[in-house]
């Protein structure tokens, strides 16, 4: 599979559109940016769901130090994800353990024995199913993420949120998710972007300008070309 690249940059071509300030941005990624994560009470795949929010974790960290400079940090992906189990926590940042899951994809039920992945069929009599399930067989309790490694047929959502002092792998705040975000509506509400749709002038590539508008908000601009 082709690597993609984000570009976020801050430029000093415009007096309107200049970072004022240094900031850090945080990229997340989800596979329904309206919906927690649900987890289910037993191991039956039709079994009565549990919901629960689930907080996203950093997926990437962006920072710049110098407004009074252009600068131009870049994020080379794949759209691809497998399941990993958590090995340990280190100073709030989750550490993946050695092995993955074989692809995710939505319809089917992703099991995990502690040792041994597989993958098996989620059962419906109705139409094809929108998402997936992960089971644990384990002996113990597993807490597991997902990680960029193989294609993933359900659509995967991009968020940015302005951070301070994060790393790789750790748990955003509640406060983060619900006041930071720069990815918006038209109403000021978050709206993740689907990262099929981001699109520049050249294949695989797009870009974003960051900038500070007059009452200090952080923006995160989409552009064709980078200036």
């Given at each position: ?19 004022r300030s240094p900031i850090q ?21 039709h079994a009565k ?179």
């Amino acid at each position: 599979m082709s690597s993609k690249t984000l570009t976020f940059y801050t430029s000093l071509s415009s007096a309107t559109k200049r970072l004022r300030s240094p900031i850090q941005i945080v990229l997340t990624l989800s596979l329904d940016p309206l919906r927690p994560v649900v987890r289910r009470s037993t191991k039956e795949p039709h079994a009565k769901e549990t919901v629960e929010s689930q907080l996203p974790i950093a997926w990437q960290v962006l920072q710049f130090d110098l407004p009074s400079s252009s600068q131009s940090l870049s994020v080379d992906y794949g759209e691809a994800f497998a399941a990993m189990e958590v090995e340990s926590t280190i100073n709030g940042v989750y550490q993946p353990g050695r092995s993955s899951s074989p692809e995710v994809e939505t319809g089917k039920l992703v099991k995990y024995t502690g040792r041994v992945w597989s993958v098996d069929t989620l059962y419906t009599p109705g139409p094809p199913l929108g998402y997936f399930a992960i089971q644990s067989d384990a002996a113990k309790p597993v807490e597991m993420i997902l990680g960029c490694e193989f294609h993933c047929t359900k659509p995967v959502y991009l968020q940015a949120y302005t951070t301070l002092n994060h790393r790789r792998g750790q748990r955003l705040a509640h406060s983060v998710v619900e006041e930071m975000f720069l990815f918006r509506d038209s109403t000021g509400k978050p709206k993740a972007k689907l990262l099929v749709d981001l699109k520049g002038a050249r294949p695989n590539k797009c870009a974003f300008q960051v900038y500070s508008h007059h009452n200090g908000e952080i923006a995160l601009e989409m552009t064709v070309n980078q200036d």
